[in-house]
Structures are given as C-alpha cells and as structure tokens.
C-alpha cells in the first residue's frame, strides 16, 4: 500500500512538472504572440500642409485638436508637424505669417495629412508639385483628410474619383461640375470614407478632427479632448 501511494504521488509531481514546464511556457508564448499580432499603434504623426492664404481655422482647428489630445498623458498619441512647399514663412489669410517645420524635401513620413483650404487652395490645386507631392503622400498615408476647399487640391489630385465627399457650402456646385467622378455631399460636417474623410468648411475641420481622433483613440478620449478645449461636440 505505501508503495501504491509512493507511485501515485511521484506520478503527480511529475505531470505537475510537465504541466508547468511545457504546456506554461506554450501558453505564455501563445499568449505574447496573440498580443504581438494583435498589437495597436498607439502614435501618429499628424502633417498639416500650409501655404500662402490658406484659411487661418482650418489648419488651426485641427493643429488644436490633435496637439490637445493626450497632452496630460505620459506620451502624446499624436505629434503634429507643419510643411509647406519651400519650407519658408507663409502668410495665412488675414495676415497671419506662420514658420512651417518642413519643406517637401526633407518632411518625414506622416500617418495622417490634413489639406486645409482658403482662398489660397484655388491656385495651388493648379500648382503642379504640390499635386504630384500630395500624390505621393497619399502612398503612404493611412489617412488624407482635406478642410474646407482643400477638397479642390484632393479632388485635381485625382485622389476623390469614386468617392463621397463634401466642402465648403459655397464649393459644392463647383465640385460637382468640375469633378463629375465624386459625389458632394452636402449640408454635413464631414465624410469618413476611410483613407479619405472630407469635411466641411472652416470650423468643420474642428468636428473632422474630434472624429479622426475617436476613430483611432475611442469615444472616451475624443469627449476628453473636446472638454480640455470647452468645445461641444457631438460624438455618434
């Protein structure tokens, strides 16, 4: 009988011992692996194109907005650099001169670039590099978004042929007319086609802009932002 009970006993201890050496050490890595290809980018860097009479809000409000987010968290999920064509000071609308951080040469890869728009974006949508640079980008983007009639610059890019999108209010039937492969939307602040999301004009770039940051970040962290900022919004 001891003899009995000595084998069951040893038995146990060595199933325990394979149990926790081999089968353990699956799980574990299983489990590392699982996390691994599961794994979700957490930063972005945002690009936001500048150039002479772009609207000041549309490139502003959503420099706000991503800037904002996180900022009272350890690391910051999105870091927002501004790039123009030569890399030197432009005049906004209204007079407002900004210093870009990059030219088109030497800016670094962007997750995501924002198209702002303003008076000036009706000449530079016929301004050959800038059309062939945004080509480009769009290669290797995960998102392009345009402001306002940054939609025009996208949309002679060829970037919005088979696409809903929308603009500002007073561009809708231009749009439409000079660009018969897309589809305006109207009376909306913004349209998430995935890679592509267009919003409306001006302040509509703000709500683009809360709305890129839930669809990467959740609903909490967009509603978090927007109270920082004492902005209203309404997060569907």
């Known amino acids: 009988m001891k003899q009995l009970c000595s084998y069951i006993l040893m038995l146990a201890m060595v199933l325990c011992t394979f149990g926790t050496s081999t089968w353990g050490q699956t799980a574990v890595a299983d489990s590392t692996k699982s996390l691994q290809t599961k794994e979700v980018k957490k930063e972005w860097t945002v690009g936001i194109l500048l150039f002479n ?103 002679e890019a060829e970037l919005l042929n088979g696409k809903t999108v929308t603009t500002h209010w007073n561009s809708y039937d231009r749009l439409e007319k000079d660009y018969p492969k897309l589809k305006v939307k109207r009376d909306i602040k913004f349209v998430d086609e995935g890679k592509i999301v267009t919003s409306g004009g001006i302040s509509a770039g703000i709500n683009m802009s809360f709305h890129l940051v839930k669809r990467l970040l959740g609903k909490e962290t967009a509603e978090h932002t927007a109270k920082l ?8």
């Open 53 to 155: 009479d772009v609207e000041v809000l549309d490139f502003a409000g959503p420099f706000e907005v991503f800037a904002v987010t996180g900022q009272d968290t350890p690391i910051s999920p999105f870091h927002v650099r501004t790039v123009s064509e030569d890399g030197k000071m432009i005049t906004a609308r209204n007079g407002l001169k900004v210093q870009p951080d990059y030219n088109f040469a030497n800016a670094p890869a962007f997750d995501i670039l924002i198209v702002p728009g303003g008076p000036g974006s009706r000449t530079e949508m016929y301004n050959k590099k800038m059309i062939k640079w945004v080509q480009e980008r769009m290669k290797t983007v995960d998102i392009m978004a345009s402001v306002c009639t940054g939609s025009l610059i996208l949309a």
């Open 229 to 236: 900022m004492e902005y209203d919004i309404v997060v569907e």
